[in-house]
Structures are given as structure tokens and as C-alpha cells.
């Protein structure tokens, strides 16, 4: 059967044959995908291309065009839904991009920042699998599998190999190789294999190659052109009275101080922004507390001990308005790349096999603060009324962010000020 | 593999006996199946991690699993698995160093109206309370062999309260046989058509049409499958109807093969009904012996229909069709894209009729006596079977018109002090006490045959957490709103539970559910968020008793989160 279906309005013809997602290539109109790859037969599972067709919610990727559809596809309420989506795969699996070797060629990042994903809402799924990095050339970092099962499919149509396989089921699901020991370098793959090469994510990347093409000029990194407007939460109301300014404090938890560093490179304009800005606790003007009330909290960096938890307990109370900054404050960031750790190992790594340490041992002096079983984000601690991404935000996020909030709007920033690698 | 041909096909069968035998699936019996049945070995090991009841690790020479089911944990199931836990001093789950059992929980058991259930090498055993807990802890520290344990706890009455057509048994057996030979399968089909029967299994759809689109398709083999899987928690007509109606239910499976032009059948019977299989086997001997199946059914040359039983190993999402023809087909259960339905390209891509156990005993009745059979007229379209149980004095099966009001049912049963009703299982409907005259049919209360009764003691958040684990537990994990959906609704669900509730869950809770309703593969992943929601719309109060009124509270324990730590610097400070 050819004819034509409605998408968004826009009529498009498809040929005999092609399912929706296919007929919506050709002419050009984009639906997000993650499992879909016009190379291999349709898989169906990661949802993402779901379409409300014929007033029915369907994969469009495995339904077949029929003359006359009707196909919604680019609405905020399927857009909502595949954020959603995204927000769960990243929580699933350790999906932190300021430290993966594949940010700005993945698909995932790609599709959250087409969709405007600016926060993680879930709570972190943390998973310990296995790491295979036995072949030369070739790394299985199952962490970030999200089992789209191209690797599946390439392996076994492609290259006629068929070396990988899903296996078990929700809690227990896992990515198999086939070879003699479960490894990789024993499977025969090779760097030339569709399966080596079709990972839309980080799991299956090549050794010794990540870092040819500087990030910033990677695949996605060039094609920022599609833009989606964030939507921001309500502000909390600030009373001020005229020429009162906002006040202002800041901290750094389990953190590196980037974000710190990206908001000094405001550059001058910080004269300007002190003009309505009134800092309280900040390490900019190494005040240690905060006030009773301030206007505007900004955290940069995840929980990793005690005191963070003090630090943020106290930011919540004092502040009226909570803005997680960063990677880290959002999904735990690099120091969360522990958590599969078990805490004594880390322990000693640090104070005990460590190069160059005199008299190892592991402090126990009560008055250190005590380490944490895991690193988390700081919305799994206390509310947080807005996050600002980026590893670290651009200078230009939190001078419109600030700038918004002074000025008395919701702060509304546009697509290229809000990544998160 | 011999005896297997060694078809692929056949692996999960195979494995599920080595698991039977050694209680445990060596790494070498996956290379030699790998190299016998020409599969990866990925592939052996992707099956093993699927199915609950397949292990790579060694299980204890006793394997016991208790049913996890919400109506065995009111009849105290938890503190029978603790006694006995205790009595054989193991971890749930773990097997003792000896190697001599592991005590485990599972999805389940179907024997909901007389739990305690356990499963002890794959054999039910009903009632263990504590006191038979004991004893059979006795039985296992002795190893006395599971013959020799006292025969009345293998015995599994069924508690048949009330009887409709079909469980007063008056269908002389062979004549819906004889019958359908006689009138041809237009004139079968035509008398399902105006007997108005739809698949008992849950989803309604019109059986005559399943029956009649699947002669129509095309090729010339064609396949029969009865689902037996029965794994909805608090259904067990299905075993009842095995039990003592098998014969019923296998000549309903060969009409259906005569009408449709198939020649061969399975009955696809969950692994929590092994102890049924060697009855079913019986009869389907003895119905080859009267010439009622096999090869020239009644003497009729050229009318051929047999059938085999398939076991399942432990898989709810596997009574799903398509997930079940997949298992079926030896691989891991997880439902197709549809379309194409099983009907027109089911199992081994051929047209396939999908039954469910009930629908194929009424099918039965109907080709034998007419269409009068299930329905007399338009005010009494048909027949139910239910499965009660929960708090009531008469739990069992009942027989019931289709349109039965769900107060008529609690009164059957004998049910007091009502505070809530779950009907068609966790992924079914919740009711409150105020919705009895709600009806029991596929217009308004629809239900497999699962009617749970939950009276004022009962904490109804306790049990819509219990479905929820469920779900998560059985999701197959393809599809990413039901693979990751389910984790987070047990977190978040849990989170309420453990006192740290606000109203933010609540709406985050909303939120996933929307997305899963809408978004998942199948069924499981629609339905796997709804009992939680319900229970906090129709009991508030369920929630409150556990929630402050607040807009966020964070889940996070600092206590617990530093445990590790305090640990390590208590055990470094006994070191100096």
C-alpha cells in the first residue's frame, strides 16, 4: 500500500512497506528514537518514538503506514513523555556525560537535549555491572547499556556473528557476550564490526580512540541548530521593596569549584550584577554561613559525607530559592562514579595504597566527617526548585539565571546554555 | 537431548529438568547443550537468567519456595518462611553451606485459597503454617525424600463452592467430539458465535472470531495452544479445571483443532502446576486409547489432532499470548509487536489459536449442547468461573452468571467486615466497600477469574506494595516505561511506606503512570502503577496513616548512609 498519513498537520506521502518512522524520514520530519536505526528490522522497546496515532499511543517504528493516518508526533504532551523516557534511562544506568568518552556523539545525550531534559527528577538507579575491557581494542561498559539491542541485531544481521545477547529479565537484565569465557576478546570481534560500531550510546566504544575529535566538534556537538525552550518551574515570590538587591550565597559540596569558576567568567559583568546582587555565604567572599534569609542558593557539587548534608540542610533553610548547579549537584556527577565501590576499598585506595603515603592508615578521628555509602544528588537530600546543567553551566547561564530572577521573571533559558556535559 | 530431537526449540524444557534433577545448571551442561542444540551459549544463559525457576548457581538439594502472593502473606506466609528459615538456620535465598536447602520466595503459587503455599522441588504443598513448617524442617534435616513426607500435603482439594454448567460436569465426554465432526466447523463456529463466549483469560475477545480468523489464514499447519500459565495472583480456577475437568478442557482443545485444521496442540502449564502434569499426561493417554485423540480421531480417517504438555519455568508475563508462544518456542517470554497476532502468525510463525484453560472447557460444552450451554438469553449472557479467596469464610471456586454483582459474590463467600475488593488480580481493579453493586463482566468489573477480599484489618498500602514488587519482579524488561518504571515505582512506593512521603511522590507517582499506561509493550507495564494510585484514591487514609502533608520529604536516611563508614572507623580503631 503507498498514499499519504498527516504528521503534525503536515501531509507526507510513504511507500509500500514503510512503517511511520520511516515514511517521517524521508520527508525530513524528525522523531526522536533511540532503538530505531533505518539499517536493521525494528525493535520496539525503548518507546521513544511513540506517536499518538489514530488517537492511540504506538511505537512509530513498527507501525505500518496506512493511507489516511493521522499521526501526532512533535506535542508537548508526547514530548513530556520522552523526556520522561530519557530521564529514566539516565537514572537506570551511570549515565553521567561530563565524564563518559562518548558525550557529544551520543544519542542519548542528543535526544534529552532535543527534549529538553534539564533535570534528573528520579532517583538514581545505581548499577554495579560488569565492565569487560579485556579486548585490545574494543570497551563493554554495560553501565551505560540501555538496551536498545542494536549490537544484538548488528551482530547477528550485519556481521553474521551473533556475539551479543540480552539476557534475564527487569531487575537481573543483562547484555551477554558469546565467546568461551563470557569476554569480549575471546568473541572475534573486531573494530571493523557493525556491532562495534553502532553503540548509540557509550557501553561499546573503541579504545585509544575517544578523544580524536575534541569535544565541541563532535557529531551532535555540530548540530545544535534544533532548539527547544525550556520550561521552568513557578519562582518563588521575592518581596522587594525598590533598591532592595536579591541576596545571593553559594557552596561547593562534593564538587570541583568549575561551576564556581564558569560563573566568575561573568568576566565585568559581575560589577554590573552586584549593582542588584548582594552576596551572602559565598567562597567568593569567603563568607562561612549563611544568613537567616537569603534570596537565591546556588549548589554545586553532589553529597558525599556528613558535612555536605549539614552544608545543604542549612543552604535549604536559609534560602528561598534552591538552584542545584552543575553535573554533580544534578545526578551525583564524577564522584558519584564510586558508587558501585564498596567504601573500605575506597578508603583504602586513598589513605592507605596510595603513592607516596607515610604511615598509612584510615583517620578516625570523630571529628572527621563521615563518608557516605553512595554520592547523591542533592535533590535526594532536600527540595530543589530549579537545576542548572552543564559541567560546568556556561558564565552566560548564570548571568541570564541571576539576571531573570533579579528582574523578577521565571528564568527561561534557551537551548545552547543548557547541557549538562 | 535424544529424547528431544534436539531441536532448539526444546532448550528451556531441558533445562528446567537438569535444574529438576541436579538442582542446579552446570556451566558444562550449557556448553553441551550449546554444542548439541547448534546455539550460542549467550543464548542457554539468557534463558537461565529469565525464568525464576532456572539457576546457574547450586539451589539446596531441598528447593523451597514459598508463594509470595498477597493472599498467602495474610494467611501468614512470612512467618511460616521464617520458622522455617530459623529451623534450618538459612538466609532467604541462600542455600546453607551443606548445600542441603534454600528457602525462597516466588510470584504466586496459585494455591491462594490454601495457603500457606510452598513449592518444595517444584512440588505444592498447601497450609504450611508453623507448625508444618517445623515438621518439614524435621523432613529435610533428616533427608527423607520428598516421597516419604506425609501424602495429605500433597493432596490439593479443590474447594468447589459453586457449580454452574460447567462444573456440574454433565457433558458426556467425546460428544462435543463426536458433535463437531458431525456439524462441520462452519456450524461450530456459528454456535460459538450466538453462545456469545469470549476468552476467559482476562481479555474477552470473541472466540468464535479467534477460531474462524485462524482457519481463514493461510498455510496448512495451524497450531492449538491452551494457556495454562495461570499466574495471576489470586486466580486458580484454572488448576481447579485441570484438576477435575481436564477432560473438558483437552476436547475443547480438539474441536478447536478440527475446526481450525490443525493437527497438533500444547497445553503451555505453568511450573507451579507440575504436580497436575502426570494426571493431564493420564488422560491424554487414555483419550488416544478411545480414539478421542491422535490419528483418526473416532475413526474418522485424516482427522488428526494430539497433544503435548509444555512446561513453563517460572514467568508471569509469559501468560501473555505472544510472550507465551516465545517461550513456547524455547526462548525468553517476551511479548511480540503486534500485529501480526498469534492468530494469523503465533507459534512457529504459523496461525495459532491462544485459549485460555476455562475458554476451551465452555468451548467444549457449548459444540456438545448447543449454544443454550453458556448462554440462555440476552439477560443471562454466560458463566464465570471465580477464583475467592482473602477474608472469607468460603474460599474456592465459583460458578457464576456473567453480570453477577460483586456484593452477590462477597455474600456467596461468606464475606464480613468488607473494607476492599481487588478484582482481575494486582493489575485489575480495587474496589471499596461502597462499590458492590459494581458487575462482574467485561463492561464493568473484568476479571480472569482473580477476586481477592481484603477486610478492615487489612493495611491496603501493605497491599498494593506487594502487587507492586510483583510487577517489578515479573517484568520482562524489554520495554523501558515498564523495565525502569517498575523500579521506581517500588522505590517511590516504598519510600511512602518507610514514613517519607510528601505530596511530590504522589504526583511524580501520577506522572510514571501516565507514561506506563501509555507507553508500555504490554500489558503488564499499563497495569503495573494503577494498584498503587487506586488504593491512594479510593483509600486516602491508607496513605495518610503513614504520610505527613507535606510538599517534599526526602527519602534519604543519613543513618543508614553512614553505617559503612562508622563500621569501618569503629573496626580501624579497634586495629590501634
Same mark, same amino acid.
Given at each position: 500500500m503507498t498514499g499519504r498519513i498527516r504528521i503534525d498537520r503536515q501531509s507526507i506521502p510513504f511507500a509500500e512497506g514503510q512503517t511511520v518512522i520511516e515514511a517521517a524520514t524521508d520527508s525530513g520530519v524528525f522523531i526522536p528514537h533511540l532503538c530505531y536505526h533505518p539499517d536493521y528490522e525494528a525493535n520496539g522497546s525503548c518507546k521513544m518514538c511513540t506517536c499518538k496515532i489514530n488517537g492511540r499511543q504506538v511505537s512509530s517504528c513498527t507501525t505500518p503506514a496506512v493511507d489516511g493516518m493521522v499521526v501526532e508526533s512533535n506535542t508537548e504532551e508526547l514530548n513530556s513523555e520522552r523526556r520522561a523516557l530519557a530521564q529514566m534511562l539516565f537514572v537506570e544506568g551511570n549515565h553521567h556525560c561530563p565524564s563518559c568518552e562518548h558525550s557529544g556523539n551520543c544519542v542519548l545525550q542528543d535526544q534529552a537535549y532535543k527534549l529538553g531534559m534539564t533535570a534528573l527528577i528520579f532517583p538514581n538507579l545505581t548499577v554495579g555491572r560488569e565492565t569487560d575491557a579485556s579486548h585490545p581494542d574494543i570497551l563493554l561498559n554495560r553501565d551505560r547499556c540501555i538496551y536498545c539491542e542494536l549490537c544484538v541485531r548488528a551482530s547477528r544481521d550485519t556481521d553474521g556473528k551473533d556475539l551479543f545477547c540480552i539476557t534475564g529479565r527487569s531487575q537481573n537484565k543483562g547484555l551477554a557476550v558469546n565467546s568461551d569465557t563470557g569476554l569480549l576478546k575471546d568473541s572475534g570481534i573486531t573494530v571493523e564490526d557493525a556491532a562495534a560500531n553502532v553503540c548509540p550510546v557509550g557501553c561499546i566504544i573503541k579504545k585509544g580512540k575517544a578523544f580524536t575529535k575534541p569535544i565541541g566538534q563532535r557529531e551532535y556537538d555540530l548540530r545544535k541548530a534544533h532548539s527547544n525552550k525550556i520550561r521552568s518551574p513557578k519562582l518563588p515570590e521575592f518581596v522587594k521593596t525598590p533598591g532592595e538587591?536579591?541576596?545571593?550565597?553559594? $557552596?561547593?559540596?562534593?564538587? $570541583?569549584?568549575? $561551576?564556581?569558576?564558569?560563573?566568575?567568567?561573568?568576566?565585568?559583568?559581575?560589577?554590573?550584577?552586584?549593582?542588584?546582587?548582594q552576596f551572602d555565604r559565598s567562597p567568593i567572599n569567603d563568607i562561612k554561613s549563611c544568613s537567616e534569609v537569603v534570596d537565591i542558593g546556588l549548589v554545586e557539587g553532589g553529597v558525599c559525607n556528613t558535612e555536605n548534608i549539614e552544608t545543604l540542610r542549612e543552604f535549604r533553610k536559609s534560602c528561598k530559592l534552591l538552584i542545584a548547579v552543575g553535573a554533580c549537584a544534578m545526578s551525583g556527577g564524577v564522584p558519584a562514579l564510586r558508587n558501585p565501590v564498596d567504601v573500605r576499598e575506597l578508603l583504602e585506595e586513598s589513605y592507605i595504597d596510595a603513592i607516596g603515603v607515610e604511615n598509612a592508615q584510615i583517620p578516625t578521628d570523630p571529628e572527621l566527617p563521615h563518608i557516605l555509602e553512595f554520592v547523591s544528588p542533592i535533590h535526594e537530600v532536600v527540595k530543589v526548585d530549579f537545576f542548572l546543567p552543564g559541567c560546568p553551566p556556561p558564565a552566560d547561564a548564570f548571568w541570564q539565571i541571576l539576571n531573570d530572577i533579579v528582574e523578577g521573571r521565571a528564568p527561561d533559558l534557551p537551548y545552547d546554555l543548557t547541557y549538562f556535559d | 537431548m535424544a529424547e528431544f530431537d534436539r531441536d532448539p526449540h526444546s532448550v528451556m524444557q531441558i533445562l528446567r529438568r537438569l535444574q529438576l534433577q541436579?538442582?542446579?545448571?552446570?556451566?558444562?551442561?550449557?556448553?553441551?547443550?550449546?554444542?548439541?542444540?547448534?546455539?550460542?551459549?549467550?543464548?542457554?544463559?539468557?534463558?537461565?537468567?529469565?525464568y525464576s525457576f532456572l539457576h546457574d548457581t547450586p539451589r539446596g538439594r531441598y528447593d523451597i519456595y514459598f508463594s509470595d502472593s498477597i493472599t498467602d502473606h495474610m494467611l501468614g506466609s512470612r512467618d511460616s518462611a521464617r520458622t522455617l528459615c530459623e529451623a534450618l538456620g538459612v538466609e532467604p535465598g541462600v542455600p546453607d553451606p551443606g548445600g542441603l536447602a534454600t528457602v525462597d520466595f516466588t510470584s504466586c503459587t496459585g494455591l491462594c485459597e490454601r495457603g500457606p503455599a510452598v513449592l518444595v522441588n517444584g512440588i505444592a504443598i498447601d497450609r504450611v503454617d508453623n507448625e508444618r513448617a517445623i515438621a518439614m524442617a524435621d523432613l529435610v534435616r533428616g533427608l527423607v525424600p520428598l516421597e516419604d513426607w506425609p501424602l495429605e500435603w500433597f493432596v490439593i482439594n479443590d474447594a468447589i463452592r459453586r457449580k454452574g454448567p460447567l462444573l456440574q460436569q454433565t457433558v458426556q465426554r467425546g460428544s462435543a467430539l463426536e458433535r463437531a465432526i458431525k456439524i462441520g466447523p462452519d456450524q461450530v463456529i456459528a454456535d460459538l458465535g450466538l453462545s456469545g463466549l469470549r476468552g476467559c483469560g482476562g481479555a474477552g475477545f470473541p472466540t468464535y472470531r479467534k477460531w474462524d480468523i485462524c482457519r481463514k489464514a493461510g498455510g496448512d499447519e495451524r497450531f492449538v495452544i491452551c494457556n495454562a500459565d495461570e499466574g495471576e495472583p489470586g486466580t486458580f480456577k484454572d488448576r481447579a479445571l485441570l484438576n477435575t475437568e481436564g477432560c473438558n478442557v483437552i476436547e475443547g482443545m480438539t474441536v478447536c483443532g478440527i475446526t481450525i485444521g490443525a493437527s497438533e496442540g500444547f497445553i503451555y502449564l505453568r511450573h507451579e502446576y507440575e504436580f497436575l502434569r502426570e494426571r493431564l499426561e493420564k488422560r491424554l493417554r487414555r483419550r488416544r486409547q478411545m480414539g478421542q485423540l491422535g490419528r483418526n480421531i473416532l475413526g474418522h480417517h485424516g482427522i488428526n489432532f494430539d497433544i503435548e504438555i509444555?512446561?513453563?519455568?517460572?514467568?508471569?508475563?509469559?501468560?501473555?499470548?505472544?510472550?507465551?508462544?516465545?517461550?513456547?518456542?524455547?526462548?525468553?517470554?517476551?511479548?511480540?509487536?503486534?500485529?501480526?497476532?498469534?492468530?494469523?502468525?503465533?507459534?512457529?510463525?504459523?496461525?495459532?489459536?491462544?485459549?485460555?484453560?476455562?475458554?476451551?472447557?465452555?468451548?467444549?460444552?457449548?459444540?456438545?449442547?448447543?449454544?443454550?450451554?453458556?448462554?440462555?438469553?440476552?439477560?443471562?449472557?454466560?458463566?464465570?468461573?471465580l477464583s475467592i479467596s482473602g477474608d472469607c469464610e468460603s474460599p474456592g471456586i465459583y460458578e457464576l452468571p456473567v453480570g453477577t454483582k460483586v456484593g452477590e459474590a462477597l455474600e456467596a463467600c461468606g464475606a464480613q467486615d468488607v473494607q476492599a475488593v481487588q478484582v482481575g488480580g494486582p493489575g485489575g481493579i480495587l474496589l471499596s466497600a461502597d462499590e458492590t453493586h459494581r458487575e462482574l463482566s467485561f463492561d464493568d468489573s473484568n476479571t480472569g477469574g482473580s477476586f481477592i477480599v481484603f477486610d478492615r484489618s487489612r493495611d491496603l498500602l501493605d497491599v498494593a506494595l506487594n502487587f507492586t514488587k510483583f510487577f517489578a519482579h515479573e517484568s520482562c524488561g524489554f520495554c523501558t516505561p515498564c523495565r525502569v518504571g517498575t523500579k521506581l515505582m517500588v522505590?517511590?512506593?516504598?519510600?511512602?511506606?518507610?514514613?517519607?512521603?510528601?505530596?511530590?511522590?504522589?504526583?511524580?507517582?501520577?506522572?510514571?503512570?501516565?507514561?506506563?499506561?501509555?507507553?508500555?509493550?504490554?500489558?503488564?507495564?499499563?497495569?503495573?502503577?494503577?494498584?498503587?494510585?487506586?488504593?491512594?484514591?479510593?483509600?486516602?487514609d491508607a496513605f495518610s496513616r503513614r504520610m505527613e502533608d507535606v510538599e517534599y520529604k526526602p527519602a534519604f536516611d543519613v543513618e543508614a548512609a553512614i553505617e559503612r563508614s562508622r563500621q569501618i572507623v569503629a573496626e580501624e580503631a579497634g586495629i590501634r
Open positions: 538587591k536579591v541576596s545571593v550565597a553559594t $557552596c561547593s559540596l562534593a564538587g $570541583c569549584f568549575g $561551576c564556581h569558576m564558569s560563573f566568575l567568567d561573568i568576566d565585568e559583568r559581575i560589577v554590573k550584577l552586584v549593582e542588584h546582587v | 541436579q538442582n542446579v545448571i552446570h556451566q558444562s551442561d550449557i556448553e553441551v547443550l550449546a554444542d548439541g542444540l547448534n546455539l550460542p551459549r549467550t543464548k542457554i544463559k539468557a534463558i537461565i537468567d529469565f509444555v512446561m513453563g519455568a517460572g514467568s508471569y508475563v509469559c501468560g501473555e499470548e505472544s510472550a507465551l508462544i516465545e517461550s513456547l518456542e524455547g526462548k525468553r517470554g517476551i511479548p511480540r509487536i503486534r500485529p501480526p497476532y498469534p492468530v494469523t502468525h503465533g507459534y512457529r510463525s504459523r496461525p495459532t489459536v491462544v485459549n485460555n484453560v476455562e475458554t476451551f472447557a465452555y468451548a467444549a460444552g457449548i459444540v456438545a449442547e448447543g449454544p443454550g450451554f453458556f448462554k440462555e438469553d440476552e439477560s443471562h449472557p454466560g458463566w464465570k468461573l522505590r517511590m512506593a516504598d519510600k511512602i511506606a518507610d514514613g517519607h512521603g510528601a505530596r511530590l511522590d504522589i504526583e511524580q507517582m501520577r506522572r510514571l503512570n501516565h507514561l506506563m499506561t501509555k507507553a508500555s509493550h504490554c500489558g503488564l507495564g499499563q497495569s503495573a502503577a494503577v494498584p498503587i494510585l487506586t488504593t491512594y484514591e479510593k483509600f486516602p
